[in-house]
């Protein structure tokens, strides 16, 4: 009789030992789950700050693009969008005569500060090819503060307005190779940044200033633009400022659109052909391009992408009908002149 309590004893304090047991196993549980709760989270935080800092350092290389170019100390600058109500210029959809927003086609203050806005704070030299109204030029002049800007325009009319006279201004036809090789590289000087071509948006006109003017007046880096290239797409016969459009269509390779989207394999060289292009040795200057409505962008080499002027790792993969894969040398290359020289200092 004396047993039995004893043994319930032995019992209760079996019991408590098995709770205390189950306790502390959950409170590790609980603890595991607490470290790896906290682990995540500084993992998670470190991977997702690397990421940003990743992205952060990615931006400012793309902000630093033109880090070549002086900074340039100005006041309050008002946005395109603004500038383009002030002026009314028909590039951004006003016309000539009524001022009337009634172009639909070539609103360009869409596309333009995202390629033109890190051009703001810099001290840069720019051309603009077609002068029109004059309105452009007293906008580009409000946009770029500290640019020294030069106008080629062809009509006397064109020379003699307000906004001719605001900037720097040489008289001449942008489809005459010898005049842009010549005359206005000595009157001007060369040496530009930036390029817009808005002229007379024929095919002949379009081709040569930028064959005349991308290689040897569009300094390395440099971007060139050409606007309504909407003419690419009009029927052969079409007028435009008093010319018949001689190269027009979809389906016409020959025209200023088609023609620059064959720039890719260009581009693309060490894999398709190194010795292909399309409008001449010009093309391997090339560094990007893009196309927009109305507008192709077309960024040059500098000497950061000199490093790619090399043979194909791979050649031997590349598909048999590519003729990269049966001559990769870059001695076939036909490289225009100041390239090779410019990759080779």
């Not at 290239?229 to 008093?242: A, C, Q, R």
Request: contains cysteine; glycine residues 8%; aromatic residues 12%.
């Amino acid at each position: 009789m004396v047993q039995h309590p004893k043994q319930a004893n032995t019992i209760r304090i079996g019991v408590k030992e098995l709770r205390l047991k189950v306790r502390g196993r959950y409170c590790f549980e609980i603890l595991v789950l607490l470290v790896y709760s906290l682990l995540y989270h500084y993992i998670h935080q470190y991977i997702f700050a690397t990421e940003v800092n990743h992205d952060l350092k990615r931006k400012s290389v793309s902000e630093n693009s033109l880090e070549h170019l002086d900074n340039c100390e100005m006041g309050k600058i008002k946005p395109l969008q603004e500038l383009s109500e002030k002026y009314k210029p028909s590039k951004f959809g006003y016309h000539p005569a009524t001022k009337q927003k009634s172009y639909l086609h070539n609103h360009y203050q869409t596309y333009y500060p995202q390629w033109l806005g890190e051009y703001r704070t810099k001290k840069f030299k720019f051309l603009e090819i077609g002068l029109e109204s004059g309105q452009g030029s007293l906008l580009w002049k409000e946009y770029f503060p500290c640019a020294e800007i030069w106008g080629l325009e062809y009509n006397t009319n064109g020379t003699e307005t307000q906004g001719a006279r605001a900037i720097n201004v040489v008289q001449g036809d942008q489809g005459d190779t010898e005049f842009l090789n010549g005359r206005l590289l000595e009157d001007s000087g060369g040496n530009f940044d930036l390029i817009i071509d808005d002229g007379g948006h024929h095919f002949e006109q379009q081709a040569a200033s930028y064959k005349a003017l991308f290689s040897r007046a569009l300094n390395p880096g440099g971007l060139y633009i050409i606007e309504d290239i909407e003419t690419s797409y009009w029927g052969k016969g079409e007028v435009m400022y008093s010319k018949s459009i001689t190269r027009g269509g979809c389906s016409n390779q020959d025209t200023i659109v088609n023609r620059f989207k064959k720039v890719v394999d260009v581009i693309n060289k060490k894999f398709f052909d190194n010795s292909y292009s399309v409008f001449g040795s010009v093309d391997h200057w090339i560094q990007q391009i893009s196309f927009a409505q109305n507008l192709i962008f077309i960024r040059k080499k500098s000497m950061k992408d000199c490093i790619h002027e090399v043979k194909y790792r791979w050649s031997k993969r590349l598909s048999s009908d590519c003729p990269a894969n049966r001559r990769n040398n870059f001695k076939d290359q036909r490289l225009d002149r100041d390239l090779k020289l410019m990759c080779s200092s």
